[in-house]
Nanobody, 121 residues
Framework: QVQLVESGGGLVQAGGSLRLSCAAS????????MGWFRQAPGKEHEFVAA????????QYAASVKGRFTISRDNAKNTVYLQMTSLNPEDTAVYYC??????????????WGQGTQVTVSS
């Protein structure tokens, strides 16, 4: 079992930045690929970014590429999502997920409760 707890969400103006964190506990964090997904009201669960355990594979959704950066610190069992140039379309609940591969597909085994990000115009 892996427990995931997201933090760092909040209210920010358009053009601003936020850094989300996801702290993991339980089984060996370093063996898992980590992904960030988001879900806005009335919309589908959407892939945002993913990173494998060795940081050699990193993927981004087209909508966030160049604005968001995913990273991880295996010593701290934490994965991050640095978000810049935020716009109202980024408003959503953001979830971190742990699985076997850094993939945009919903093939992750564990996920957290989510953290709300609201971007005002």
């Amino acid at each position: 079992q892996v427990q995931l707890v997201e933090s760092g969400g909040g209210l920010v103006q358009a053009g601003g930045s936020l850094r989300l964190s996801c702290a993991a506990s339980g089984r060996t964090f370093g063996s898992y690929a980590m992904g960030w997904f988001r879900q806005a009201p009335g919309k589908e669960h959407e892939f945002v970014a993913a990173i494998n355990w060795g940081r050699t594979i990193v993927q981004y959704a087209a909508s966030v590429k160049g604005r968001f950066t995913i990273s991880r610190d295996n010593a701290k069992n934490t994965v991050y999502l640095q978000m810049t140039s935020l716009n109202p379309e980024d408003t959503a609940v953001y979830y971190c997920e742990a699985g076997r591969a850094a993939t945009p597909a919903r093939e992750y085994d564990y996920w957290g409760q989510g953290t709300q990000v609201t971007v005002s115009s």
